[in-house]
């Protein structure tokens, strides 16, 4: 059977076969290559006969055939399924150029060390995200915490822990100490749900999966294979670093937070390993949260009483409505209600209601007027409900300031260099950056993006792992 290619169709006929093709590659998830076979009636409807995910590169086959009449060689072929192999794994990168005319050398022992060790990154990856060590583990924990502070003593880095006065975070630095260095911030917990199940660390082609896979493991993998990288170049106790790492974000950094605003202010600069947004996206802006704790009370109502206007549930839901309403009158700032719980007597409607809410805000003024709306409307009692109303959690904001422009414009210079995806963003979720000092830099999102957070499907982007690290590993080098 001879082959011919092009097929002899209209040039409308060819485009919705291509269409068609990579509708269907993309639906299947299919990754780098792959061929779609079709076939046409008649009236010249196409049908798709199968997909080819690994089409055969035999010197005869219809892939390889087809390749050579757009100018594609086997050797062109076979290099250029490599090269897009390699950048969906690696990420896009480009050689060396005018920026490592600064330091040629150290610049290309970096690439090279973390390139050639992707697969122990990865291994590490898996390491920490298959300890157990929820927010209320505490054997899971303390056993994680010992791991860590092996790691750490063993790239020589030593504890100063002298300003910290909770027990929920850990201050580590280099012989030459944080002093006007940079400060990386990681967490050592991640929230966990009884109803949720543990998922183990599995891969896939662009997504690496498992529990607190983004908001966890992969900010502690970043910052060690950094520290290795810059140990490997015998840089590491000849820069001012210091770690801060914290056991209490599941718990809105309810202790640790001021522990950090007080060593951030001895650091130059600070960089929260959290996750970005896909595409190279860091965070120079993230609101605020504060979380409170509601429970209404009343004497219990038969169902189908007309005596009482409302029972427990209808009263909190009418005020919540009115607070509600009035957030809206500010920008960038919104209030929920989560994890309302009833309480009722058989044949009776509600008379307990036990409710979580949520208010994300930027401005704190305005914060601060829904807070006392909402505390009028449920801090005091009335004769027939008893309310009460408390702080469960404050997160300050992290503002977008003047003192950022300059980290994110050496930012970007490093990843022009090598074809790293390189933009800012702002957040709705609070982070760890919120309760760095006002006057330090700041800048969120130095771990790769996430997906599903705070799910059994969350997981990292493949790619960013290696650029993450890579991009924290040079910028550290050259300071």
């Excluded at 504890?159 to 201050?171: E, G, I, L, T, Y």
């Excluded at 997504?207 to 993998?221: E, K």
Aim: aromatic content about 8%; hydrophobic content about 35%; charged content about 25%.
């Amino acid at each position: 059977m001879s082959k011919v290619c092009p097929a002899p169709l209209s040039l409308s006929e060819t485009e919705q076969i291509q269409q068609l093709a990579i509708k269907t590659f993309k639906v299947l998830g299919c990754f780098d290559s792959a061929r779609v076979d079709f076939r046409i009636d008649r009236e010249g409807n196409p049908y798709i006969l199968e997909i080819n995910s690994m089409a055969s590169l035999g010197l005869n086959a219809s892939y390889v055939f087809a390749a050579d009449k757009i100018g594609l060689d086997y050797q062109s072929l076979v290099q250029k399924l490599v090269d897009v192999t390699s950048e969906r794994y690696f990420g896009k990168m480009t050689e060396l150029n005018e920026l490592d005319k600064k330091n040629p050398t150290m610049h290309k022992k970096i690439f090279d060390h973390l390139t050639a060790n992707r697969d122990r990154i990865e291994d590490e990856l898996k390491y920490w995200t298959n300890f157990s060590r929820g927010v209320d583990h505490p054997i899971g924990t303390s056993a994680f915490q010992k791991s860590f502070q092996e790691k750490m003593l063993r790239l020589g880095m030593r504890r100063c822990d002298s300003d910290v006065k909770s027990n929920s975070a850990f201050v580590w630095e280099t012989k030459k100490g944080l002093a006007d260095g940079i400060l990386l911030v990681v967490p050592l917990d991640v929230q966990e749900y009884t109803n949720q199940a543990h998922r183990t660390f599995r891969r896939e082609p662009e997504w690496l999966f498992g529990n607190g896979i983004a908001t966890r493991s992969a900010a502690i993998t970043c910052m060690f294979k950094c520290l290795e990288t810059l140990q490997a170049m015998k840089q590491l106790q000849n820069k001012n670093i210091g770690i801060f790492a914290y056991t209490d974000e599941g718990k809105g950094m309810r202790y640790s937070g001021m522990d950090l605003k007080n060593i951030s202010r001895l650091s130059r600069k600070v960089f929260v390993l959290q996750p970005g947004n896909e595409g190279g996206k860091v965070m120079v802006q993230r609101r605020g949260l504060r979380k409170f704790s509601i429970i209404v009370e009343r004497n219990p109502i038969r169902v189908g009483s007309k005596k009482a206007k409302y029972d427990a549930y209808e009263w909190f839901v009418e005020r919540m409505n009115t607070v509600e309403e009035h957030a809206n009158e500010y920008d960038r700032l919104d209030v929920s209600v989560h994890n309302i719980s009833f309480s009722s007597y058989s044949m009776m409607r509600p008379h307990q209601i036990e409710s979580i809410v949520y208010m994300s805000y930027l401005n704190k003024n305005n914060a601060d007027q829904i807070e006392k709306r909402l505390k009028s409307l449920f801090a005091s009692s009335s004769r027939v409900f008893k309310t009460a109303i408390s702080n469960v959690e404050v997160r300050p904001p992290m503002l977008k300031c003047q003192f950022q422009k300059e980290t994110l414009a050496e930012l970007e210079k490093i990843c022009q260099s090598y074809g790293i995806p390189f933009s800012t963003d702002s957040s709705l979720l609070p982070s760890a950056a919120g309760d760095v000092a006002e006057d330090v830099p700041v800048i969120c999102g130095m771990s790769p993006s996430g997906k599903n957070l705070y799910t059994p499907d969350e997981c990292i982007n493949r790619a960013e792992l290696l650029q993450k690290i890579l991009l924290l590993s040079l910028y550290i080098s050259d300071q």
